[in-house]
């Protein structure tokens, strides 16, 4: 799989979205880096939320614009064998 990740759109200033989260991390002693520390912590719960945006957004799509989707029960095509 070769997709990339999309640079987030300017209007969020990434710089100073960090450097405040730094500080905060600072001021109540938390290690940045390591177990337990801020990155480690932070990248899990900006993928666990964006994940979550994904299945919701998905299940919201699913059920009202896919064929074959009632009830939360996908029907599948049978897979082509391959020669």
Known sequence: M????????????????AQQIVEAARAEDVDLVGPGGLLSGLTRTVLETALEAE????????????PGVTAGTL?????????
Request: charged residues 30%; neutral net charge.
């Open 55 to 66: 299945m919701t957004e998905n299940r919201d799509m699913s059920t009202t614009t896919r």
């Open 75 to 83: 029907v599948m095509a049978p897979a082509r064998r391959r020669c």
């Open 2 to 17: 070769t997709d990339t990740i999309e640079p987030v759109p300017d209007r969020i200033d990434q710089q100073q979205l």
